[in-house]
């Protein structure tokens, strides 16, 4: 049963130097963002680092103490550069070990795929003491150790990881959100948005600008695990707006 008052947290570390050069765009933190939401599990902190091992080592062990749960997407592969195991075996404190579970099901996959070489059966090294995450995919699975999650950095391979994994965390309720547009610059109701996000507590709304057709607006999003609260915070601030002389579009601009 989802624990009414506890805040569950996650943070998100993203590697790789091809995130870092640009040359490849993260589609991860959206996609895990909104997937830990709806297990009640609010996403905190998000870092990139580099494919360094000392980089990794220090955000894991800042990250992983401070949140209830730690993602990592990325470097996990065959190659030299993919070190995201060692790193996260190095800041545990604990060796890399081949999971016999992981060979088998590389093993498997690879067994009409030329077969498991030595840059495949990196993909079955785990920090020891580690546990898998299935991945149907590509037959290298994902790890857990502990609160950390060592997930591809393929968008669609970590859904996959994703998948396997929900309903399998603990936390809280899901944080619901509802959203208004309005024809305003948000300096002009800064007063309004403070006002009634005070006026409703358990409920944050956050504003979101933009300038499209000569003209400046923004969407405000409420958000709230309670949804008696999130709807009287939303008539609030749109009652607000309305009066204002700002008219209201629900669900946003």
């Not at 680092?49 to 220090?58: C, L, M, R, Y």
């Not at 550069?81 to 088998?104: F, K």
């Not at 859904?159 to 809280?172: F, I, P, R």
């Not at 309720?173 to 002009?188: F, K, M, N, R, Y």
């Amino acid at each position: 049963m989802a624990d009414t008052t506890r805040i569950w947290t996650a943070a998100l570390i993203v590697i790789g130097d091809e995130i870092l050069s640009g040359r490849t765009q993260d589609k991860n933190v959206a996609q895990i963002a909104l997937w830990l939401n709806v297990q009640g599990i609010r996403l905190r902190e998000v870092r990139v680092v580099a494919d360094d091992q000392d980089a990794i080592v220090e955000a894991v062990n800042i990250l992983r103490v401070r949140n209830d749960y730690l993602f990592t997407t990325g470097g996990i592969g065959p190659t030299h550069d993919d070190i995201t195991v060692d790193a996260i075996a190095a800041a545990l404190g604990v060796a890399v070990e081949i999971h016999p579970q992981a060979r088998a099901m590389l093993a498997g996959y690879y067994e009409t795929r030329g077969g498991l070489t030595d840059a495949r059966l990196r993909m079955a090294r785990v920090p020891a003491g580690a546990s898998l995450i299935e991945n149907r995919m590509s037959g290298a699975p994902g790890i857990r150790h502990g609160n950390i999650f060592i997930m591809a950095g393929v968008p669609h391979i970590t859904a996959g990881m994703l998948d396997k994994l929900t309903g399998t965390l603990e936390g809280g309720l899901p944080v619901q959100s509802a959203t208004v547009g309005c024809w305003v610059a948000e300096s002009e109701i800064a007063d309004l948005l403070g006002t009634t996000e005070r006026a409703h507590e358990g409920c944050q709304i956050g504003s979101y600008p933009f300038f499209r057709e000569g003209r400046t607006g923004a969407n405000f999003v409420v958000r709230s695990t309670d949804t008696e609260r999130l709807d009287a915070c939303v008539t609030a601030l749109s009652e607000g707006l309305e009066a204002g002389g700002w008219p209201v579009t629900a669900g946003g601009i």
